[in-house]
C-alpha cells in the first residue's frame, strides 16, 4: 500500500500563495490528488493528475491552483495562488491504482475508492 505524507501547508493572507506536497513511497499508483475538507462540510476534489499526464481541477480553483508530479521524486505538489479564505481546508492527498481512473469523477465523489489517504496539511487563509 502506497504511504502519503503532506506537507507545505500553512497560513496566509488572501491573494497569498502556498506549495503544499506530498511525499508517495511503498507502492506504485496510476492517479494522485488532492482534495479538502473544512469543518461541517463534505470532503471536495481539488485537482488529480494520472501518470499518462491528464489532470483535471474543480472549477473553484482552476486557474488559481496547478498540480504537478515528479515521478522520479515520487511527490505530488499543488502550487495554490491567489488563496481566498474560502480556500481555507485541510488538504489530504489520496492515491489510487487505476491507471485509467475518470479524475473528473473521482473529484467530484471527494475521492471515493481511493487506495491511500495522507494524515492531511491544513491551509489557512486570513481576509
Known amino acids: ?31 494522485m490528488g488532492w482534495f479538502r475538507q473544512s469543518p461541517g462540510k463534505e470532503r471536495e476534489g481539488v485537482a488529480a493528475i494520472r501518470t499518462d499526464g491528464i489532470l483535471t481541477y474543480a472549477d473553484s480553483v482552476r486557474g488559481r491552483f496547478t498540480i504537478s508530479q515528479d515521478k522520479a521524486k515520487n511527490t505530488l505538489t499543488l502550487q495554490m495562488n491567489s488563496l481566498k479564505p474560502e480556500d481555507t481546508a485541510m488538504y489530504y492527498c489520496a492515491a489510487s491504482k487505476d491507471k485509467k481512473r475518470s479524475l473528473t469523477l473521482w473529484l467530484r465523489t471527494g475521492g471515493d475508492e ?14
Do not use: I, N, R
Not at 7 to 19: D, E, F, I, K, N
Not at 20 to 25: I, K, N, Q
Not at 114 to 127: L, R
Open 114 to 127: 481511493s487506495d491511500s489517504w495522507g494524515q492531511g496539511t491544513q491551509v489557512t487563509v486570513s481576509s
Open 1 to 31: 500500500q502506497v504511504q502519503l505524507v503532506e506537507s507545505g501547508g500553512g497560513s496566509v493572507q488572501a491573494g497569498g500563495s502556498l506549495t503544499p506536497s506530498c511525499g508517495a513511497s511503498g507502492g506504485d499508483f496510476g492517479s
